[in-house]
């Protein structure tokens, strides 16, 4: 039985909450997952590479905030009956958005590759074509289209692109409707302009 001070019971130390666990083990395996599946993502990639990281980084921030927020409160302090004042009460909400962010980004980042993974792993709706044209940099190939924003462009893998393709030629896409949601690379096929 706890000790009782003053005549009163006291409760026990509380243990770590269920949350903050479960956030723990999503944390710990997340470098395990990247390096793991990093290879094998390569076959299923989606079309926009950053197609996962702002929806999971959200999902992220929540498990993680809410973790803080169950770690911090498992002590609570004494309050008088009319409440902790403002001060505190904004910081109980901030203190673990703000503690959530970078743990949230660094699992959005480790998380991508198996993502990207788990989309491409189940087909809904039908393929469909896209094309784009080879432009060989010194430091990568890389696929871009006049109908893209200016700014997008799909870099290719050296075992993914033909020896010695020439810049101009054509690349035909093989897009999918992936089980997230988002169109993933099924194929890519070239086509040399002599």
Request: aromatic share 14%.
């Amino acid at each position: 039985m706890a000790p009782k001070p003053f005549g009163k019971p006291v409760r026990a130390p509380h243990r770590i909450p269920v949350i903050a666990w479960l956030a723990f083990v999503v944390l710990l395996a997340a470098p395990i997952v990247f390096f793991a599946l990093s290879v094998p993502a390569r076959a299923r990639r989606p079309f926009n590479s950053g197609a996962f990281f702002w929806p999971s980084a959200t999902l992220f921030g929540i498990l993680f905030a809410f973790a803080w927020r169950a770690w911090i409160e498992r002590h609570p302090k004494p309050v008088g009956p009319e409440g902790p004042p403002w001060y505190v009460r904004a910081g109980r909400l901030l203190v673990p958005l703000v503690l959530a962010a970078p743990f949230a980004l660094a699992g959005a980042f480790l998380y991508d590759p198996a993502l990207g993974l788990l989309n491409g792993t189940l087909s809904l709706g039908d393929p469909r074509t896209a094309h784009a044209l080879v432009e060989v940099r010194p430091e990568a190939t890389v696929l871009r289209s006049p109908y893209w924003p200016h700014e997008f462009q799909i870099e290719i893998y050296k075992t993914e692109a033909p020896p010695g393709i020439p810049s101009g030629s054509l690349a035909r896409l093989t897009l999918t409707r992936g089980l997230l949601g988002a169109l993933w690379i099924q194929r890519i096929d070239y086509e040399e302009f002599r």
